[in-house]
């Protein structure tokens, strides 16, 4: 008798390695799982703009990336101190406006170059509800904790969110032929504007993965939300905020991601990274005993090994150090 329906996810035709070049984008969801990839030292571009969670403040900067359109510089404003943009997370801002110019070129160029190289972009979608700035008439990255009565809240449509999306696909194809996109919908539950609304902005999400995965052969879905919502299916796998899943729930997400988009030398090398990371951590009670600084040899052979596949430059230093050899 099956108790719980569990999920899995279709294994993709072109899995990704540690030489694969990985652009991913979107709310903190996305975050969370970059950082897992960056932890196994693939090669990413994780956020340049920040966290945004609603899909057309999200496309925006990579649509102008692309066109190489810097006009975001000049939609600057400064507030407690800061200079910021609508159009970026808080994480883009500076006390010098001149300064915070050059971060934005800096990340519109880094953004660039990563799509145009990009064997995989992933986008993670976290809400279908975002700030429509009454001034700007549009749905803006980050309100900064300017006056409340500037921004309202709006449910976006499928329509409206797909014709975006789309021009942005439509330009990414074009520059990059070998470009796969992976469309994901955060777990992430947005509770402050009510359980009833928060179910309506994830299927209109959904819908939109849909619509954007039947209408392009290059588009891919992972069911990030249906992992938690159907698979897992209970609280204790979210956080006491009882919007943010736990360490383990990301766990799970991450090896079913891992068992379908990863390939097999990918997931051998993490296994190994997994051994290597270990043994780092290891401190022995006598450190120069003749049984630990085998040990640390060892480990600088295992970690040679793996350096043709990934970067461990800080590893090996790391261990030579405790070896003396530095």
């Given at each position: 008798?099956?108790?719980?329906?569990?999920?899995?996810?279709?294994?993709?035709?072109?899995?990704?390695?540690?030489?694969?070049?990985?652009?991913?984008?979107?709310?903190?969801?996305?975050?969370?799982?970059?950082?897992?990839?960056?932890?196994?030292?693939?090669?990413?571009?994780?956020?340049?703009?920040?966290?945004?969670?609603?899909?057309?403040?999200?496309i925006a900067p990579l649509r102008a990336a692309l066109a190489q359109?810097?006009?975001?510089?000049?939609?600057?404003?400064?507030?407690?101190?800061?200079?910021?943009?609508?159009?970026?997370?808080?994480?883009?801002?500076?006390?010098?406006?001149?300064?915070?110019?050059?971060?934005?070129?800096?990340?519109?160029?880094?953004?660039?170059?990563?799509?145009?190289?990009?064997?995989?972009?992933?986008?993670?979608?976290?809400?279908?509800?975002?700030?429509?700035?009454?001034?700007?008439?549009?749905?803006?990255?980050?309100?900064?904790?300017?006056?409340?009565?500037?921004?309202?809240?709006?449910?976006?449509?499928?329509?409206?969110?797909?014709?975006?999306?789309?021009?942005?696909?439509?330009?990414?194809?074009?520059?990059?032929?070998?470009?796969?996109?992976?469309?994901?919908?955060?777990?992430?539950?947005?509770?402050?504007?009510?359980?009833?609304?928060?179910?309506?902005?994830?299927?209109?999400?959904?819908?939109?993965?849909?619509?954007?995965?039947e209408d392009h052969e290059r588009v891919h879905y992972f069911p990030?939300?249906?992992?938690?919502?159907?698979?897992?299916?209970?609280?204790?796998?979210?956080?006491?905020?009882?919007?943010?899943?736990?360490?383990?729930?990301?766990?799970?997400?991450?090896?079913?991601?891992?068992?379908?988009?990863?390939?097999?030398?990918?997931?051998?090398?993490?296994?190994?990274?997994?051994?290597?990371?270990?043994?780092?951590?290891?401190?022995?009670?006598?450190?120069?005993?003749?049984?630990?600084?085998?040990f640390l040899q060892k480990l600088r052979e295992r970690i040679d090994?793996?350096?043709?596949?990934?970067?461990?430059?800080?590893?090996?230093?790391?261990?030579?150090?405790?070896?003396?050899?530095?």
């Amino acid at each position: 008798m099956d108790f719980r329906t569990e999920i899995f996810p279709q294994a993709a035709a072109r899995p990704i390695g540690h030489q694969s070049a990985i652009v991913s984008v979107g709310s903190c969801f996305a975050e969370r799982m970059g950082d897992r990839l960056r932890h196994y030292k693939f090669r990413l571009l994780q956020n340049p703009f920040g966290i945004i969670f609603h899909p057309q403040p999200l496309i925006a900067p990579l649509r102008a990336a692309l066109a190489q359109d810097a006009s975001f510089a000049q939609d600057l404003f400064q507030h407690e101190g800061r200079w910021r943009g609508l159009a970026f997370h808080s994480k883009l801002s500076h006390h010098d406006r001149a300064f915070l110019e050059v971060m934005i070129a800096g990340a519109l160029q880094a953004t660039r170059n990563a799509l145009l190289q990009a064997d995989l972009v992933i986008l993670t979608l976290g809400s279908a509800i975002g700030f429509w700035h009454k001034d700007s008439e549009r749905i803006v990255a980050n309100c900064h904790k300017l006056p409340q009565q500037d921004f309202e809240l709006r449910m976006s449509r499928v329509a409206d969110l797909k014709m975006d999306v789309d021009a942005f696909l439509t330009v990414l194809f074009a520059v990059n032929p070998k470009v796969q996109v992976l469309l994901t919908v955060s777990p992430v539950r947005h509770l402050r504007s009510g359980i009833v609304d928060n179910a309506a902005s994830k299927a209109i999400l959904r819908a939109l993965s849909q619509e954007l995965t039947e209408d392009h052969e290059r588009v891919h879905y992972f069911p990030a939300w249906e992992l938690l919502m159907d698979d897992l299916r209970d609280y204790r796998f979210y956080g006491r905020d009882l919007s943010h899943p736990t360490d383990v729930a990301e766990d799970y997400v991450w090896e079913k991601f891992s068992a379908c988009w990863l390939g097999a030398g990918a997931r051998e090398t993490n296994a190994a990274l997994d051994g290597v990371f270990r043994d780092l951590a290891h401190r022995a009670v006598d450190a120069k005993s003749d049984a630990h600084q085998l040990f640390l040899q060892k480990l600088r052979e295992r970690i040679d090994r793996l350096r043709p596949l990934v970067d461990l430059d800080l590893e090996l230093r790391e261990v030579e150090e405790r070896l003396g050899l530095r």
